[in-house]
T-cell receptor
Framework: DAKTTQPTSMDCAEGRAANLPCNHSTISGNEYVYWYRQIHSQGPQYIIHGLKNNETNEMASLIITEDRKSSTLILPHATLRDTAVYYC??????????FGSGTKLNVKP | EPEVTQTPSHQVTQMGQEVILRCVPISNHLYFYWYRQILGQKVEFLVS????????KSEIFDDQFSVERPDGSNFTLKIRSTKLEDSAMYFCASLPLRTQRTEAFFGQGTRLTVV
């Protein structure tokens, strides 16, 4: 089962930063934190992942707390096209990802 | 950008019929997966495949399901005798290496409707 807890939904104003939290208090030492998103019923899209250091790519930043029990995905300047369900997943391999219910992010004009 | 291609995008079939869902993974990828998502529900893992055999499967993946890589490019999911509850989006994914340092690429899915 999913080992993460995320808020069901969040709103964000267009152009503002969207900060999506995730709790993973039972994460083990070799498990990475992955973020994917799903726009409508399209295939999940990879965003970012990390182990313990903060990560940044062209899409987003990932902030992982020092104890690794929680993380935050940051979309620095949300656009309407970022409206999607965002999934936080912890895994030590990709043989089977457990997708939870995710956070429905609504970006509003 | 490379992408995973799935066909058809939508398939309607009668209950009891066999269906084959097709996927073309990214060409240099080695690990292949099927997931499904029943409308309004979570994305669920079905099966993983590597080196021409199943690596792992979920309890959903019963004897009605099978996977195959018939040639160097296609990866298929067969449902032998479809049931109404098989109606879902089916997503194929591929991965070049099964390590934490790589991202999985998902296809856009096949919507299967069993009537």
């Amino acid at each position: 089962d999913a080992k993460t807890t995320q808020p069901t939904s969040m709103d964000c104003a267009e152009g503002r930063a969207a900060n999506l939290p995730c709790n993973h208090s039972t994460i083990s030492g070799n498990e990475y934190v992955y973020w994917y998103r799903q726009i409508h019923s399209q295939g999940p899209q990879y965003i970012i992942h990390g182990l313990k250091n903060n990560e940044t790519n062209e899409m987003a930043s990932l902030i992982i707390t020092e104890d690794r029990k929680s993380s935050t995905l940051i979309l620095p300047h949300a656009t309407l096209r970022d409206t999607a369900v965002y999934y936080c997943i912890v895994s030590d391999n990709f043989n089977k990802f457990y997708f939870g219910s995710g956070t429905k992010l609504n970006v509003k004009p | 950008e490379p992408e995973v291609t799935q066909t058809p995008s939508h398939q309607v079939t009668q209950m009891g019929q066999e269906v084959i869902l097709r996927c073309v993974p990214i060409s240099n990828h080695l690990y292949f997966y099927w997931y499904r998502q029943i409308l309004g529900q979570k994305v669920e893992f079905l099966v993983s495949f590597y080196n021409n055999e199943i690596s792992e499967k979920s309890e959903i993946f019963d004897d009605q399901f099978s996977v195959e890589r018939p040639d160097g490019s296609n990866f298929t999911l067969k449902i032998r005798s479809t049931k109404l509850e098989d109606s879902a989006m089916y997503f194929c994914a591929s991965l070049p290496l099964r390590t934490q340092r790589t991202e999985a690429f998902f296809g856009q899915g096949t919507r299967l409707t069993v009537v």
